[in-house]
């Protein structure tokens, strides 16, 4: 077993799946419990699960079925959950660089920038300052609205600022208020710094410390910055705009609001699905199209190396530039005069079936387990789970214990599969000294 762990593709599930039955332990007790006695095991699990996995996604209402100790354990569960997820990742691509030959590594090197590959401990303590210090402002925005704007006492209004900030960081969704952030849907000085934590923490560490040193010289960019951050733009403004136009004029989310107040709505709703999992509007009244967008989005997720779920933004452009390259009949991907590995590419696609068999698989489950719930909310309900968003219709809470349990693996398997499926498969690279004859099946 101890050899068997050893090998980092494996270190980042054994790591999480201890983190987790801790967790369900804590969340047990019957301290951390507003009511007399213990938690049902279910319910513990699901919670642990949701808040290492940083999905968000709950049976109970947070503020009123927890106890302050287990909301403070939901808080740490989160923090560690999201710390380790950062730390982890980066650090599995600085070893993925270190166990290239020179070449590739000092090509893995120039493509990631971002990694301080001379100084592990820097580099950790760099992506802790950062986290802490992006929480504490939003800390300090939230919690003076709260106690400037809503009366709330300062000791109440500093503390569901520091809860609400690491969840919006760290991309948990847990919200202290049973309808969420649908009773702040007007207010910016809440939903927008909220929506700007939840950004900051989906777009990962590699791409930030690059941005910082370079985002006035964008030619300089590496691909996969390029791929991030350009494709948070595209996706947000596809989002923010589709989000709008179906849910203007429906009464039972948009359509009661100010124009203001739908803007704001909008681009809140569309950073979310991003993985998020604050909701500002009632999704379980949301028109069809929305629906079919939101799940379109958090399938695709944020930023590679962040708290963000899905299969990854630089996963669905790169699979879209190949895609491109085979209509051109074009011999190479190419993405900013930089070719694509075709080992890269085979990664990305195998990235995006798993993700797309273990959604369908969920999904059949989900409707196999309650015949009460719709095709539409049972692919949205796993599609949240897989993508670790924490965005609901409403059908969570209502579930059997079984329909949870598939929750919680679809939480478990979509947090830590895609790192360190992604980890192994390049881990495991190498050369054959012999190649097959060619051969080509007719393809469509």
């Known amino acids: ?89 980066t650090l599995l691509g600085v070893l993925i660089s270190q166990r290239l030959g020179l070449r590739g590594r000092l090509m893995a090197q120039t493509e990631s920038r971002g990694l301080e590959t001379a100084d592990i401990r820097r580099m950790v303590l760099r992506i802790a300052a950062v986290s802490f210090v992006c929480e504490a402002v939003i800390t300090v925005a939230v919690a003076l609205r709260l106690w400037l704007g809503y009366g709330y006492s300062f000791r109440r209004s500093v503390w569901e600022g520091v809860f609400h900030s690491i969840q919006a960081f760290n991309n948990g969704g847990f919200a202290l208020y049973p309808d969420s952030l649908i009773r702040f849907v007007g207010d910016p000085w809440i939903c927008t710094p909220l929506a700007l934590g939840v950004m900051l923490g989906s777009i990962g560490f590699p791409v930030i410390f690059e941005l910082a040193r370079n985002w006035r010289k964008p030619d300089g960019w590496s691909t996969h910055t390029r791929l991030t951050v350009w494709g948070t733009i595209v996706l947000g403004v596809f989002g923010f705009f589709f989000v709008l136009v179906f849910e203007w004029g429906n009464p039972h989310t948009f359509g009661p609001l100010s124009v203001a107040d739908k803007i704001l709505a909008a681009f809140t709703q569309d950073v979310m699905t991003r993985s998020g999992g604050f909701n500002s509007v009632d999704f379980g009244q949301m028109n069809q199209e929305t629906l079919t967008i939101s799940t379109a989005l958090m399938f695709i997720g944020g930023g590679s190396a962040s708290t963000s779920g899905g299969i ?37 696609m195998t990235v995006a079936l798993l993700g797309v068999a273990l959604v369908g698989t969920g999904t059949l489950a989900l409707l196999a387990i309650d015949r009460d719930i719709t095709l539409d909310r049972a692919i949205f309900e796993a599609t949240s789970a897989f993508a670790t968003v924490g965005l609901s219709t409403g059908i969570t809470p209502t579930l059997p214990e079984s329909g949870q349990i598939v929750l919680v693996i679809l939480m478990y398997v979509g947090r830590v599969g895609t790192i360190a499926v992604g980890s192994a498969i390049a881990l495991n690279s190498r050369q054959r000294l012999y190649r097959y004859p060619e051969e080509r099946p007719i393809v469509g």
């Open 1 to 89: 077993m101890r050899r068997q762990l050893q090998h980092p593709a494996r270190i980042v599930p054994a790591a999480f799946l201890a983190l987790v039955v801790i967790g369900t332990v804590l969340m047990m007790l019957p301290v951390s419990r507003a009511e007399p006695g213990f938690a049902p095991f279910v319910t513990a699990l699901f919670t642990a699960t949701s808040a290492v996995c940083v999905t968000g996604l709950a049976v109970v209402d947070t503020g009123t079925y927890w106890s302050p100790f287990g909301q403070a354990m939901l808080t740490v569960l989160t923090q560690i959950g999201g710390l380790g997820i950062m730390v982890m990742a």
């Open 312 to 348: 990854k933004l630089t996963t669905f452009f790169l699979l879209g530039f190949v895609i491109l390259a085979e209509i051109r009949g074009e011999p190479d991907v190419v993405i900013g005069r930089r070719r694509i590995a075709e080992t890269t590419q085979r990664q990305a």
